[in-house]
């Protein structure tokens, strides 16, 4: 099991840029994949990025590909999400979630997450 806490959540206006953070402890992070999903109110939690093991593999959903960028920094146990152009609907909490095997979208086989951090773009 590994241990994750986000940061860098914040309000911005519509255009703006945020970088979130996601620090690992516990286990060896090169061990894991990451994800970073959302959960706006009222609605489902989503897929927004993941990024392999060792970094070379990332994905996206449509919604956030050409403005949203995943990385990682495995000597610091450390990911990121570089997230620019922002729009009014990103707005959600964002989690980081992380698991043992393969890059997949799916909240469900996400073992360890974290406790969420507050993006909120206005308009």
């Known amino acids: 099991q590994v241990q994750l806490v986000e940061s860098g959540g914040g309000l911005v206006q519509a255009g703006g840029s945020l970088r979130l953070s996601c620090a690992a402890s516990?286990?060896?992070?090169?061990?894991?994949?990451m994800a970073w999903f959302r959960q706006a109110p009222g609605k489902e939690r989503e897929f927004v990025a993941g990024i392999s093991m060792s970094g070379t593999t990332t994905d996206y959903a449509d919604s956030v590909k050409g403005r949203f960028t995943i990385s990682r920094d495995n000597a610091k146990n450390t990911g990121y999400l570089q997230m620019n152009s922002l729009k009014p609907e990103d707005t959600a909490v964002y989690y980081c979630?992380?698991?043992?095997?393969?890059?997949?979208?799916?909240?469900?086989?996400?073992?360890?997450w974290g406790q969420g951090t507050q993006v909120t773009v206005s308009s």
């Open positions: 516990g286990r060896t992070f090169s061990w894991y994949t």
């Open positions: 979630a992380a698991r043992r095997f393969g890059l997949l979208q799916a909240s469900t086989v996400y073992d360890d």
